[in-house]
């Protein structure tokens, strides 16, 4: 059987290692005859290193992350890389639409109007790729919404969510609605609830889409992994039907 192991980016936040928890049991419970392990990639405990080093038997890691990044291509292949052939990596989890259907009910939940303006607020990142996802996340979002949806940043990336924020003061909207799209509470949640805007949606948190789409990737990288395996086998016997 295939276990899954949910890798955590890892927070100082007791609320925001609440929330990783409360979403790992919610995963367990989707699928109970399925394995589910819980693990960080930094700062919080425990290591992904140290849970893969534990286990045996296939197993797929989906890291718990709306975007690529740094720890998805630099951090993430090095411990793969130690964990032996049956251990694969799924993709990140955005952007996908069951990630826009619990942006917009956090929204709706924080109080949005029809006439407000929306920004995407991520932590942001170096690797242009995953600035990229969080504008295709936002590209989503604004399908779903029927309006404009402008994706910014809270660390690194441009535009910064100050910087669209004052952009979106001097646009024709009476209030500016900041979606939040982080996984969890924790720092950069409290630099949203900082900047100044008229709302602010709560992280995406333990929801049962965000759940059903971690079963999803997990599904996406057991089958590429057969795939593959089949593939190896093939070019195998092929390399053994040919005359010496």
Do not use: K
């Given at each position: 059987?295939?276990t899954?192991?949910?890798?955590?980016?890892?927070?100082?936040?007791?609320r925001?290692?609440?929330?990783?928890?409360?979403?790992?049991?919610?995963?367990?419970?989707?699928?109970?005859?399925?394995?589910?392990?819980?693990?960080?990639?930094?700062?919080?405990?425990?290591?992904?290193a140290?849970?893969?080093?534990?286990?045996?038997?296939?197993?797929?890691?989906?890291?718990?992350?709306?975007?690529?990044?740094?720890?998805?291509?630099?951090?993430?292949?090095?411990?793969?890389?130690?964990?032996?052939p049956?251990?694969?990596?799924a993709?990140?989890?955005?952007?996908?639409?069951?990630?826009?259907?619990?942006?917009?009910?956090r929204?709706?939940?924080?109080?949005?109007?029809?006439?407000?303006?929306?920004?995407?607020?991520a932590a942001?990142?170096?690797?242009?790729?995953?600035?990229?996802?969080?504008?295709?996340?936002a590209?989503?979002?604004?399908?779903?919404?029927?309006r404009?949806?402008?994706?910014?940043?809270?660390?690194?990336?441009?535009?910064?969510?100050?910087?669209?924020?004052?952009?979106?003061?001097?646009?024709?909207?009476?209030?500016?609605?900041?979606?939040?799209?982080?996984?969890?509470?924790?720092?950069?949640?409290?630099?949203?609830?900082?900047?100044?805007?008229?709302?602010?949606?709560?992280?995406?948190?333990?929801?049962?889409?965000?759940?059903?789409?971690?079963?999803?990737?997990?599904?996406?990288?057991?089958?590429?992994?057969?795939a593959?395996?089949?593939?190896?086998?093939?070019r195998?016997?092929?390399?053994?039907?040919?005359?010496?």
């Amino acid at each position: 059987m295939t276990t899954l192991v949910l890798a955590g980016h890892g927070t100082r936040s007791a609320r925001g290692e609440e929330t990783v928890a409360g979403l790992c049991d919610l995963v367990r419970a989707t699928r109970p005859g399925t394995r589910v392990e819980q693990a960080f990639l930094e700062i919080s405990s425990p290591p992904l290193a140290g849970v893969l080093a534990g286990l045996t038997g296939p197993v797929v890691v989906v890291p718990l992350l709306l975007a690529g990044g740094y720890h998805v291509h630099v951090d993430l292949p090095s411990v793969m890389a130690a964990a032996g052939p049956d251990a694969v990596v799924a993709s990140p989890l955005g952007p996908h639409p069951l990630l826009t259907g619990v942006l917009a009910r956090r929204l709706a939940a924080a109080g949005l109007r029809t006439s407000d303006s929306v920004i995407l607020g991520a932590a942001g990142s170096s690797d242009p790729a995953a600035l990229a996802d969080v504008r295709a996340a936002a590209r989503l979002l604004s399908v779903r919404l029927a309006r404009p949806v402008t994706a910014a940043f809270a660390a690194a990336g441009t535009p910064t969510v100050a910087e669209t924020l004052e952009r979106s003061r001097s646009g024709p909207a009476p209030r500016v609605a900041l979606a939040s799209y982080l996984l969890a509470p924790g720092f950069f949640q409290g630099r949203l609830e900082a900047a100044g805007a008229d709302l602010v949606s709560q992280p995406l948190g333990v929801d049962a889409d965000l759940a059903a789409l971690i079963w999803t990737r997990f599904d996406q990288a057991r089958r590429a992994a057969v795939a593959a395996g089949a593939d190896r086998a093939r070019r195998s016997l092929r390399e053994m039907s040919r005359p010496a």
